[in-house]
Antibody
Framework: QVRLQESGPGLVKPSETLSLTCTVSGDSISSFYWSWIRQPAGKGLEWIGRIYTSGATNYNPSLKSRVAMSVATSENRVSLRLTSVTAADTAIYFC???????????WGPGILVTVSS | QSALTQPASLSGSPGQSITISCTGTSSDDGSYNLVSWYQQHPGKAPKLLIYEVNKRPSGVSSRFSGSKSDNTASLTISGLQAEDEASYYCCSYAGRGTSVFGGGTKLTVL
């Protein structure tokens, strides 16, 4: 059974860089896409982007200039970096395995990241 | 990349059937069927309910079904139960390897 776990700082200062890691257990991350999705408190889901284990990426156009994803296949981890954060980036960040372009399953439990000084 | 349009809220009584619409999904031949639905209970991660318009993952109740006509996808929940009270999100392929979610529908079971 594949399990995902997000980790990283829960508090980031404005203008700094948000860095999160998704650790996958129960199976190899190889040959799959992995996505990051976020959800501000009380609001809907926003797709951030996806990365294949080759390193190929696709990003949400609205975030593309600030987002970078990477993969560490030997460590079974994928990472997210979001630069120049503002309060609008405060959200729960989820990672998910991509089974098809819009098929996200399973998801990690999510991690709350607050942008505040 | 505009969010898909869903009703903000719906309600129904136990035993009834309800349908949640999702407008703005891809009409392109190659990505027409790339629509999924997710259920999210408060404080929990979303759960995949339907993928590729009408396919159910193993373990998802047959009370959940999906369909699509032109650019509008629909999720129908039959035999509404108290445990179905949650938020529901659609997701569609948006081209060039990207995806987009709907704004979400909060379902209340009366």
């Amino acid at each position: 059974q594949v399990r995902l776990q997000e980790s990283g700082p829960g508090l980031v200062k404005p203008s700094e860089t948000l860095s999160l890691t998704c650790t996958v257990s129960g199976d190899s991350i190889s040959s799959f896409y992995w996505s990051w999705i976020r959800q501000p408190a009380g609001k809907g889901l926003e797709w951030i982007g996806r990365i294949y284990t080759s390193g190929a990426t696709n990003y949400n156009p609205s975030l593309k200039s600030r987002v970078a994803m990477s993969v560490a296949t030997s460590e079974n981890r994928v990472s997210l970096r979001l630069t120049s954060v503002t309060a609008a980036d405060t959200a729960i960040y989820f990672c998910a395995k991509v089974g098809g372009p819009t098929t996200f399953d399973p998801w990690g439990p999510g991690i709350l990241v607050t942008v505040s000084s | 990349q505009s969010a898909l349009t869903q009703p903000a809220s719906l309600s129904g009584s136990p035993g009834q059937s309800i349908t949640i619409s999702c407008t703005g999904t891809s009409s392109d031949d190659g990505s027409y069927n790339l629509v999924s639905w997710y259920q999210q209970h408060p404080g929990k991660a979303p759960k995949l309910l339907i993928y590729e318009v009408n396919k159910r993952p193993s373990g998802v109740s047959s009370r959940f079904s999906g369909s699509k006509s032109d650019n509008t996808a629909s999720l129908t929940i039959s035999g509404l139960q108290a445990e179905d009270e949650a938020s529901y999100y659609c997701c569609s392929y948006a081209g060039r390897g990207t995806s987009v979610f709907g704004g979400g529908t909060k379902l209340t079971v009366l």
